[in-house]
Nanobody, 113 residues
Framework: QAQVQESGGGLVQPGGSLRLSCAAS????????MGWDRQAPGKERERVAH???????YYTKSVNGRFTISKDVATNTVYLQMNDLRPDDAAVYYC???????WGQGTQVTVSS
C-alpha cells in the first residue's frame, strides 16, 4: 500500500474549481517523482499530471492550462489545482508514483450542475 492519502474531492459545478491534496510519508515523497491519475466509470485510467526527474511537468492535453500540479516539500504534500472543471473531468483521482504500483485509494470528483 502506497504511503499516500488523497483528499479534497467533492461535488462542483461546471466551471468551478477544486484543489486536491496528497499527503505522503517523508520517505515516499523524497523517493518518487509523484503524479496524479484519474479513472472515470467505463473508461481507462489516465495520467493527468506528474513531475519529471528533469524538473519538467507533464499534463495530459485535456487539462493543460486548467490544472496545475505543485508540491510542498515542507509538508510532503502534492497538490492538484483544478480550474474550469468540466463534466468529463469527473472521475476518481489517484495520487502516487508513476511507473510503480504505489498509488493511493483515490478521491472522488463529481462535476455536475
Amino acid at each position: 500500500q502506497a504511503q499516500v492519502q488523497e483528499s479534497g474531492g467533492g461535488l462542483v459545478q461546471p466551471g468551478g474549481s477544486l484543489r486536491l491534496s496528497c499527503a505522503a510519508s517523508r520517505s515516499f515523497f523524497r523517493l518518487y517523482f509523484m503524479g496524479w491519475d484519474r479513472q472515470a466509470p467505463g473508461k481507462e485510467r489516465e495520467r493527468v499530471a506528474h513531475f519529471n526527474s528533469d524538473g519538467s511537468i507533464y499534463y495530459t492535453k485535456s487539462v493543460n492550462g486548467r490544472f496545475t500540479i505543485s508540491k510542498d516539500v515542507a509538508t510532503n504534500t502534492v497538490y492538484l489545482q483544478m480550474n474550469d472543471l468540466r463534466p468529463d473531468d469527473a472521475a476518481v483521482y489517484y495520487c502516487g508514483a508513476p511507473g510503480t504500483s504505489q498509488w493511493g485509494q483515490g478521491t472522488q470528483v463529481t462535476v455536475s450542475s
